[in-house]
């Protein structure tokens, strides 16, 4: 079946940019997406890529997706201690059903001063 | 929109006891989601519905766990007898999947206590 990885735990300095990584399975993926849950919260969208773009700039965000490799990233620019957060990669493809979203295990990003 | 909306926030309870959580979804989406979510097994899709219709309830843990959705505008997670390892944040969500990107959005969350 479907599945998503992404590693559990990133620690950076504020001030730095914030990689995380995210690989999936499925290659008939359509949209591939960031959330971000903060303390207490339940999960809130923090971007998305369709499967035909490989770049997607918001503001510090960066999106870049290698369909090839199956792979997934979001860089935070300048991270900034309000981004602590987990931050789940998810995606949906065609052949789930529709609208059934798969998410990652999350990871947690932590802000060094 | 309210957005999601999740009754109770908090709730702590004795095993064996009936637990009813409930979500109102935000108006006009036509799928609705139960997760549950723990620190050892993360996010887990426990059943969904579209159009109040239950699709895929593969999720369920067991038979103790029960879905409904009466209606558009509500739906509810039963847990019977509960059990302290039913101890976990239970989040609704809802989509509107038609012409959009299938962002779902989620409610507060439930934290649930089973002592």
């Known amino acids: 079946g479907e599945d998503v990885e992404q590693s559990l735990f990133l620690s950076v300095r504020e001030g730095d940019s914030s990689v995380i990584n995210c690989t999936y399975t499925d290659s008939s993926s359509t949209y591939l997406y960031w959330y971000k849950q903060e303390p207490g919260a339940g999960l809130q969208l923090l971007t998305y890529i369709f499967s035909n773009m490989d770049m997607k700039q918001d503001q510090r965000l960066t999106v870049l997706l290698n369909k090839k490799d199956k792979h997934l990233s979001l860089r935070i620019a300048d991270t900034q201690t309000g981004d602590s957060a987990i931050y789940f990669c998810?995606?949906?493809?065609?052949?789930?059903?529709?609208?059934?979203?798969?998410f990652g295990s999350g990871t947690r990003l932590s802000i060094r001063p | 929109d309210a957005g999601v909306i999740q009754s109770p926030r908090h709730e702590v309870t004795e095993m064996g006891q009936e637990v009813t959580l409930r979500c109102k979804p935000i108006?006009?989406?036509?799928?609705l989601f139960w997760y549950r979510q723990t620190m050892m097994r993360g996010l887990e899709l426990l059943i969904y519905?579209?159009?109040?219709?239950?699709?895929?309830d593969s999720g369920m843990p067991e038979d103790r766990f029960s879905a409904k959705m009466p209606n558009a505008s509500f739906s509810t997670l039963k847990i019977q007898p509960s059990e302290p390892r039913d101890s976990a944040v239970y989040f609704c969500?809802?989509?509107?999947?038609?012409?959009?990107?299938?962002?779902?959005?989620f409610g507060p969350g439930t934290r649930l206590t089973v002592l």
């Open positions: 519905f579209n159009n109040n219709v239950p699709i895929d």
């Open positions: 969500a809802s989509s509107l999947w038609q012409g959009g990107s299938g962002e779902q959005f």
């Open positions: 998810a995606e949906t493809s065609l052949s789930s059903s529709a609208s059934k979203i798969i």
């Open positions: 108006s006009g989406h036509d799928y």
